[in-house]
């Protein structure tokens, strides 16, 4: 009976690890992120993203949804500027899967029997970076970076658009910082 309450957890848990967003993020020690309330984009960065145009637009409202639901302000004067670039490269999984008569009763598991399958699959792996620039000294000091299997199914995008930029965000401002 443990066996069978184990496997709806297990399921849900290769699931969730397959649709996951990794995160990362990088910024410079020495700027006081306490001093940045308003920003802007920074239309030349944005520019060179090798993306449409219809995705730059859901990243760019992404992005200002949720600095503006975490208390940041948009502004002609900003503190900082916000940028983002991509990239993008394909995923092959290859799994293997070997069945036979195994021991005791009924059908089982055995590397070693006939009935094996390959099974390979590809996927796009797409990458996010958002960077924030001050403003004032011209000089990178944030870089958030999403990784996670990207969807071609145009109702998802902007879904896992958010999530990107969401999951991203919760990064900045930095918490190990000790001002």
């Not at 802007?40 to 145009?53: C, T, Y």
């Not at 008569?101 to 094996?116: E, H, I, L, S």
């Amino acid at each position: 009976m443990k066996t069978l309450k184990l496997i709806p957890l297990l399921l849900v848990f290769l699931l969730s690890s397959c649709s996951s967003i990794h995160v990362n993020a990088d910024y410079d020690s020495k700027a006081d992120f306490t001093q940045y309330k308003t920003y802007a984009f920074h239309k030349n960065g944005i520019d060179k993203a090798q993306i449409s145009e219809l995705d730059k637009k859901r990243i760019l409202r992404a992005i200002d949804a949720e600095l503006t639901r975490r208390g940041f302000d948009k502004s002609e004067n900003p503190d900082f500027l916000v940028t983002f670039f991509t990239k993008e490269k394909e995923r092959l999984d290859v799994n293997q899967f070997n069945a036979g008569w195994g021991w005791g009763w009924g059908w089982g598991w055995n590397p070693f029997m006939w009935g094996g399958n390959t099974y390979v699959s590809s996927s796009t792996e797409g990458t996010l970076y958002i960077d924030f620039i001050d403003a004032k000294k011209k000089e990178l000091v944030w870089e958030g970076e999403g990784i996670g299997v990207l969807t071609e199914n145009r109702a998802k995008k902007e879904e896992q658009i958010n999530a990107f930029v969401t999951k991203i965000l919760s990064q900045f401002p930095p918490s190990d910082l000790k001002k």
